[in-house]
């Protein structure tokens, strides 16, 4: 771990929360610290009593390392705390604003989103979705992914939200391991002006398991789609025909939320198992203190609610404090560069939170384009998805937020559900590029191989050594896989985040990216041994390793060094070729960036290839150790054809 730590990385002056922030915010005693370690199961008993329930818990947890059950047989609903509760108070408040990359705006208030969700729950009963059944949802940013989700969650059917980029192979996998029987698809969507063939997809997707029954099409872009006689039913037609009135079901609180597929160093996608009353809990109270939400706000995550981003903090956690959350179809750069700040200006948004991938395309475009609108309303920042250098974190803080606004960097983790390591803007002092410190009640360290404390300033493994109410249940039907990937670098009772850390003099969290095999592009994560099958896959393959490779916009790229099969080629076609492939087969957010043909991989005398040498040599970084190689001349030729390529 050690080698991992970045050496130059500053130790930036703190920059206090200003004066009248403070004053106002929801958390501002820094005494709340002390109270959660004190007696953190009575802390989170206190936090609980925010959502509503429609019979308590007898007790707050049972801990059977690596299982964990929060809030022991209390009863609730998660579509009831995002809607029913606020309708007396909030009813015609507006709940959803919706731009589409043309525009277009929709707006929900609050009755009006409980009106959709009940017609829409009621809709899913009538084709015979029950309890506990699992419906999986593949739609871009548009308000009708809110409304299944919600839907689902009011009867008690989990849903499983597969990213609308990813491909129809990606999609079937997700089917096939869940065994859904339900599709919510959409005839298409846009992307920088072009028309995505989303239903194109899905049918391809579909055609690939024997499972599904129904496919439910949202009419979008109003295209010629083909639909299947006895299987697809138009979105439109089966609201027009659906009753409003839908009573939530009464969910314990170890009942299943959602499912959401994570990529992991193996072949296959993890489901991530999530529950309802802790996931609720968590979600609620970070998006109450972290982002200071009032009544007033108009609050922007620009994440995709395929991801666990957009399930926490674009429904879940917000829509539970009965905010006003804005979405946006397009992407950040169409029609022009300044979309998002036209967005931020014309909407009044108060809140942003956003990815490092998108500041620093914000920074390499330049500051003239953010200051050619008004951002005054803005009064939060904050940052998700990968750990964001002291350089962009300046660049947001300086240009975006006029020096005015605290930046939230969040750490946290499909499988945690919620924030675990983030500053509460009314109590931390900041420091750009640090998430300083564990939320209330969470305890973190830093580890080193053999479970020992790593002093201050030097790096290690992140890890979580007590539950929290919105950790990860199981890995669906493999709970093996769950103990092994998660509980089994130490002991059982101790989360590996496969995160890397070290913590300063002031014992801030810096984060410094992963440490397993899983590559971050744009927020995005990609297991590479899914990338590597799919290489592999191509007839003209014998064998493949792919890495990250820094990148200043990104956070990292796909580096891929291919083995061709005896008596093929190297060519720019077949370069081309694989790259497409790789598209076609997961999707465009995996196209590897770059490919080097190589003879022979480095490899230990056990066979195992050395990935870490591979990564050295795509980021220009000195390999380190080789005596282990069995192959070591080989290092010497990849890097003269790294080089040689210009790529570093």
């Not at 499983?160 to 698809?185: C, H, M, P, W, Y």
């Not at 008004?374 to 940052?383: E, K, Y």
């Not at 099969?565 to 465009?588: F, Q, T």
């Not at 980021?619 to 390529?645: A, C, F, Y």
Request: glycine share 8%; net charge negative; hydrophobic share 35%.
């Amino acid at each position: 771990m050690e080698e991992a730590i970045e050496s130059s990385l500053k130790e930036w002056q703190k920059i206090e929360p200003p004066e009248e922030f403070v004053k106002k915010a929801n958390m501002n005693d820094p005494d709340i610290y002390d109270m959660a370690e004190k007696d953190y199961e009575r802390f989170w008993e206190g936090i609980a009593e925010n959502i509503d329930w429609y019979s308590k818990w007898k007790s707050v947890l049972e801990w059977e390392p690596p299982h964990a059950r929060w809030f022991i047989e209390g009863k609730l609903n998660a579509s009831y705390n995002c809607l029913d509760r606020h309708i007396d108070s909030r009813g015609d408040k507006t709940a959803i604003i919706w731009e589409g990359e043309k525009g277009d705006i929709r707006k929900y208030t609050y009755r009006q989103l409980l009106d959709a969700t009940s017609r829409f729950a009621n809709s899913l009963k009538d084709m015979g979705v029950k309890k506990g059944d699992i419906v999986t949802i593949y739609l871009p940013m548009i308000p009708e992914a809110v409304i299944a989700m919600l839907a689902c969650a009011r009867i008690g059917a989990p849903h499983s939200v597969v990213f609308a980029g990813f491909s129809a192979d990606a999609l079937a996998q997700r089917i096939e391991n869940s065994r859904s029987k339900f599709l919510i698809t959409c005839d298409g969507y846009l992307r920088r002006g072009k028309e995505i063939p989303h239903k194109k997809r899905a049918d391809e997707g579909v055609s690939r398991v024997d499972t599904v029954d129904k496919v439910i099409v949202v009419r979008h872009t109003g295209s010629d789609v083909p639909m299947s006689k006895q299987r697809d039913v138009w979105w439109h037609e089966v609201m027009d025909s659906a009753s409003t009135g839908c009573d939530p079901e009464i969910m314990d609180s170890e009942d299943m939320l959602f499912l959401m597929y994570t990529s992991g160093t193996t072949g296959k996608p993890k489901g991530v198992v999530h529950t309802t009353g802790g996931y609720m809990v968590g979600t609620h109270i970070t998006t109450n203190w972290v982002f200071d939400i009032k009544e007033d706000d108009i609050y922007w995550c620009t994440a995709d609610v395929g991801w666990i981003t957009g399930h926490s903090y674009i429904v879940y956690g917000p829509l539970s404090n009965g905010a006003t959350i804005l979405i946006y179809e397009g992407a950040p750069d169409y029609p022009e560069r300044d979309r998002f700040w036209d967005i931020v200006e014309r909407h009044k948004v108060t809140i942003f939170y956003t990815a490092p991938t998108a500041i620093r395309a914000f920074m390499r475009w330049g500051e003239d384009i953010p200051a050619k609108h008004d951002l005054s309303t803005l009064r939060l920042l904050g940052t998700v998805g990968e750990p964001i250098n002291p350089r962009a974190w300046l660049w947001y803080y300086e240009n975006i937020g006029n020096k005015r606004c605290p930046v939230v960097d969040t750490w946290w983790q499909t499988e945690t559900g919620m924030i675990m390591i983030t500053p509460l803007p009314g109590i931390t002092p900041l420091k750009p590029g640090s998430a300083t410190r564990p939320f209330p009640g969470i305890k973190a360290k830093v580890l080193d191989d053999e479970g020992n404390e790593v002093s201050q300033g030097h790096g290690g493994y992140l890890a979580l050594t007590r539950p929290w109410p919105s950790m990860i249940r199981t890995v669906y039907k493999n709970e093996q896989r769950f103990i092994d990937t998660y509980w089994s670098k130490w002991d059982i009772d101790t989360y590996m985040s496969e995160d890397g850390a070290r913590r300063d003099e002031d014992s801030y969290f810096w984060i410094l990216g992963r440490v397993d095999d899983v590559i971050k592009v744009a927020g995005h994560r990609l297991g590479t041994m899914e990338i590597e099958s799919t290489l592999v896959s191509h007839p003209e393959v014998a064998e493949a390793a792919v890495v990250g490779k820094k990148d200043e916009v990104k956070g990292e790229v796909i580096v891929a060094y291919v083995t061709l099969a005896e008596r093929i080629s190297e060519s720019d076609n077949l370069m081309s070729d694989l790259v497409d492939h790789v598209a076609d087969e997961i999707g465009p957010i995996a196209r590897p960036a770059h490919i080097f043909f190589t003879d022979e991989l480095p490899k230990t005398r056990s066979g195992k290839i050395m990935r870490r040498i591979l990564k050295s040599i795509a980021d220009g970084e000195d390999v380190g150790d080789i005596t282990t190689l069995q192959n070591p001349e080989i290092v010497e030729e990849l890097k003269r054809k790294v080089d040689e390529s210009g790529t570093n």
